[in-house]
């Protein structure tokens, strides 16, 4: 089974920008991934930010952003809120299978 | 509003089996399939499968085969995870989410259940 990297950790200022990353263990992140992007608080169901790399849903505030980037895929937050602070995941398509990352803890400090 | 609403938390034996049912409400419940991700605590989320609503057909997690079904009733809008032979790292909150199409970009996973916490305990 693939394994999919994420950041452990990163800290953001409030209003900064920063991006976390997904990888791939079985080479570079593409389309065909359909990668996903969640949002995870403590005590709450995770909420879907991105899928399809970088398509928004409608609860998804504008300063959230997906892409591919350098062989892996990217959500970039510009303009972070004190209310970002949470565990990030991504999720990426494989043959007949789908795998989570190890997820990202942002901190807006 | 779409809406999915799992049973309550409980208290499991190792060894016994657990068999978590998601209600959904608000959307066509065969148009779309339902998928079951858990979370073990200070761990992130793992995907443990999919079930079509509309044909019954299961894809699930190869960590997860042999010991889990997926079942759906169109009659009563409900879909069910059943997990065996529960162990103490079964220990977890369990999600459903609806959605099971991940390969042709489609905006799987946009409602979530409010989790169920599952504990494996002697």
């Known amino acids: 089974q693939a394994v999919v990297t994420q950041e452990p950790s990163l800290t953001v200022s409030p209003g900064g920008t920063v991006t976390l990353t997904c990888g791939s263990s079985t080479g570079a992140v593409i389309s065909d991934h359909y990668p996903y992007w969640f949002q995870k608080k403590p005590d709450q169901a995770p909420r879907t930010l991105i899928f399809d790399t970088y398509n928004r849903h409608p609860w998804t505030p504008a300063r959230f952003s997906g892409s591919l980037l350098g062989g892996k895929a990217a959500l970039t937050l510009s303009g972070a809120q004190p209310e970002d602070e949470a565990d990030y995941y991504c999720?990426?398509?494989?043959?007949?299978?789908?795998?989570f990352g190890g997820g990202t803890k942002l901190t807006v400090l | 509003q779409v809406q999915l609403v799992q049973s309550g938390a409980g208290v499991w034996r190792p060894g016994a089996s657990v068999k978590v049912s998601c209600k959904a409400s608000g959307y066509s419940f065969t148009t779309y399939g339902i998928t079951w991700v858990r979370q073990a605590p200070g761990q992130g989320l793992e995907w443990m499968g999919s079930i079509s609503a509309n044909n019954g057909n299961t894809n699930y997690a190869q960590k997860f085969q042999g010991r889990i079904t997926m079942t759906t009733d169109t009659s009563t809008r409900t879909a069910y995870m059943e997990l065996r032979s529960l162990r103490s790292d079964d220990t977890a909150v369990y999600y459903c989410?609806?959605?099971?199409?991940?390969?042709?970009?489609?905006?799987?996973?946009?409602?979530w259940g409010q989790g169920t916490l599952v504990t494996v305990s002697s």
């Open positions: 999720l990426l398509s494989y043959s007949g299978s789908v795998v």
């Open positions: 989410a609806r959605g099971d199409d991940f390969w042709n970009g489609y905006d799987t996973l946009d409602y």
